[in-house]
């Protein structure tokens, strides 16, 4: 199978329309690690049960809460092209609960 791709605008991932339709303003993407886990954002303060820790290293990926879908945001920006790096499975544990605690805390 070929890969997917999504479509993105001028190498910025919050343009991205994921392969299933969703967009930031449906029901948004949300910044994740590099095994499509939700990651904390909330700079020095505790990370919440359920997310990830912002990686160290910078490399993130974002994650389609609809379907599942991730893409790396290096490769966004760096090629202007979004293809599929992963799936994950958004219905199940542990990135449902981190989706959830995610809305939580940007709700
Ligand atoms: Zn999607």
């Known amino acids: 199978m070929d890969p997917e791709f999504a479509e993105v605008s001028d190498h910025d991932v919050t343009t991205i329309t994921c392969v299933c339709g ?3 303003s449906g029901e948004g993407l949300i ?3 590099a095994q499509g886990i939700p990651v904390h ?3 020095n ?3 919440p ?3 990830a820790e912002w990686p160290e290293d910078e490399d993130l990926y974002t994650l ?3 379907c599942g879908r991730v893409y790396s945001d290096t490769v966004v920006e760096e090629t202007g092209t979004a293809p599929v790096a992963l799936r994950v ?3 199940h544990a542990p990135v449902a609960e981190a989706i ?3 809305w939580e805390l940007n709700a």
Do not use: E, I, M
Request: charged share 10%; aromatic share 0%.
């Open 31 to 33: 910044q994740a690690n």
């Open 100 to 102: 959830r605690v995610h």
């Open 22 to 24: 969703n967009t930031v």
């Open 45 to 47: 303060t505790p990370v």
């Open 89 to 91: 499975d958004v219905a």
């Open 64 to 66: 389609c809460p609809s």
């Open 49 to 51: 049960a359920g997310l």
């Open 41 to 43: 954002s909330g700079g």
